[in-house]
């Protein structure tokens, strides 16, 4: 099965356009539901930079799938160990962080396939294998065909393996994380030397028909500036940030009126 047969499940669960997600930082079912009722197709558990143990990515995963989106976790780490439980949790798609390396791209590729195409335990008991419920072929075939390995790309280092990352029959997609490479650069978000490698990065997985996607924060106007320029998909902001600026948001109004004079 080729990576794009596998882009499917998200790329299917768009219900507009391009598939938008957001990234989940709160250990609570509340804010999968509020992205859901909003119009996202898919979430990001956010393993990396969150706070989330193992049983609460669990649950978040649960409440998306439930609720209609396509729940991808960004890992914590690189080790199969991980990936496995989050695979055998329901997770659709695994977005790995800090990928720099064909090697490193290889093995991340294997841990979420089973044998031949790769490494992974079978765990039908688990989630996935709807706690044995599942046919062992469809489960197999399942996890092979319908579950998406996504690289992210934060170095030059990594931008330059793009193209023989994304020759991997193992990996589906690569995600260009800017806000680390433009660090690891000494550089700025906007430079031309930073767009010109997310382009690179573009154009190597339009090259093998493979998908490339990007985060914005809260900047709709550059996301949809980046899908006209070829981006497939797209991360707006997080749970707790929308949380903090609307919080902050209705803070400052009320002292601006509160501050005002009165007629």
């Known amino acids: 099965m080729t990576g794009t047969q596998r882009s499917g499940g998200l ?17 609570a079912a509340e804010p999968v539901e509020i992205m859901a009722f909003a119009g996202f197709d ?56 800090h990928v720099d390396t064909l090697e490193q791209a290889a093995s991340v590729g294997r841990a979420c396939r089973f044998p031949p195409h790769g490494t992974r335990g079978a765990g039908g008991t688990s989630r996935a294998g709807l706690w044995g419920l599942r046919p062992t072929p469809e489960y197999l075939a399942c996890g092979n065909d319908h ?43 906007t430079s031309p030397d930073v767009l010109e490698l997310i382009a690179s990065a573009v154009d190597a997985a339009h090259a093998v028909n ?12 550059r996301a949809v500036q980046a899908v006209r320029e070829g981006c ?21 109004s009320f002292r601006g009126f509160e501050s005002a004079p009165t007629s």
């Open 232 to 252: 497939d998909f797209v991360v707006l902001h997080n749970d707790c940030s929308l949380l903090a600026e609307a919080a902050q948001a209705l803070v400052s």
């Open 42 to 97: 898919f979430v990001v558990v956010d393993m990396e930079h969150a706070p989330l143990d193992l049983q609460t990515a669990y649950r978040l995963i649960n409440s998306a799938t439930a609720l209609g989106m396509v729940p991808i976790v960004r890992v914590p780490d690189k080790t199969p160990s991980t990936i496995q439980k989050i695979l055998d949790a329901g997770a659709q798609g695994i977005l790995v962080p």
């Open 11 to 27: 790329f299917h669960a768009a219900r507009a356009g391009v598939p938008l997600g957001t990234w989940l930082k709160i250990a």
């Open 147 to 189: 579950v998406l390995c996504i690289p992210q790309l934060e170095s030059v280092e990594a931008i330059r393996a793009a193209p023989d990352m994304l020759a991997l029959d193992t990996i589906d997609a690569v995600f260009v994380g800017a806000a680390d490479l433009f660090l690891s650069m000494g550089s700025t978000p």
């Open 210 to 221: 493979k998908k490339c996607g990007l985060a914005f924060g809260g900047v709709p106007e």
